[in-house]
């Protein structure tokens, strides 16, 4: 099969955003953002945030990550261990409970697991939540706009241009994909294992962003390392594929990532990080992966531009 990355044929699925969807919309952002009232003149109730300090202490010795200050929760919300939540349920302001409770048997601590438990609390603070009304107010403080026809139109704009974006997006990596698959290319073994590795890599550094390790994952999971391994290998396979096409239709129509493309790159990045160009091209210098990272990216991005200007696109 010869390679073939131009004249390629796709679909592009647009999606037109309804006023259903705007609504739900409207309804998402109600639940996550609920007006917040400081109650001091009652204990805390079922609904109520607290923001409370806890110490956690098993046999009478406190253990490893059962302590925080300042902690909110929402009670009700079941996101602590069970029975935690209602113990704080008819306490006030500056009271210091102490919680009893019994860790679930599955619990991803063995050490704890099963155990009874004490949890030394204090309430600092009890909010009260409540759900907006759909209003001028509200569109005002959530959209900037001066009312809620103003806002739902904002907002339907919005909600239009993202998915488009989205669909591009996945337009252009089925296109790459396509092109990739007429590529004359097997992957070695040793490449493969170290690209499968990477991913797991990037795994247990979502997991421990959570104070979780990939073992703990397998366990809630049910699933063990070496399954995810062999998931693995095949995207792994697939990613090689599509970086050997890219690096092959690079260097076939002279692609390169200039200076001032590599600067607006770091700009972005810079922006997202709240750091200057300057400051992002020092810690770029020191670090050879972020410019190497940077590099590849801005040329993936020629790549897939020009895959997409050559194809033959029929919107659906």
Known sequence: MSFTYRGLKADLKRYLVTEEDVQK?????????PKIEHVTDRPAQLGDEVIIDYAGFCDGEQFEGGTAQH???????????????????????GEEVIVSVTFPEAYHSEKLAGKAAEFRCKIHHIHAKSR????????????DCENMEEF???LAHSM???VDDQAE????????????????????????????????ADISATLAQQGLTLE????????TVDNMKAEAKGDAKKMLRVEAAINEIAALENISATEDEIDRALEIIAQQNGLT?????????????????????????????LIRDSAEITEV
């Open 152 to 154: 739902r139109e904002k």
């Open 169 to 200: 997006m996945e337009l252009q990596n089925r296109l790459l994909i396509q092109a990739a698959e007429s590529l004359d290319f097997t992957p070695g073994e040793e490449e493969i294992e170290k690209e499968v590795e990477q991913q797991l």
């Open 160 to 162: 239009q241009h993202y």
């Open 132 to 143: 907006y009304e759909l209003n001028d107010e509200f569109a005002k403080e959530f959209g």
């Open 25 to 33: 919309q409207i309804e998402g952002i109600l639940e996550e953002n």
């Open 216 to 223: 703990m994952y397998c366990q809630f999971t049910g699933n």
């Open 71 to 93: 902690q909110p929760l929402t009670l009700g919300s079941g996101r602590f261990i069970p029975g935690f939540e209602e113990q704080l349920v008819g306490k006030k302001i």
């Open 277 to 305: 160009l300057d400051q992002i091209k020092e810690f770029s210098a020191k670090e050879e992966g972020l410019e190497k990272s940077v590099i590849h990216s801005v040329v993936m991005g020629k790549v897939m531009r």
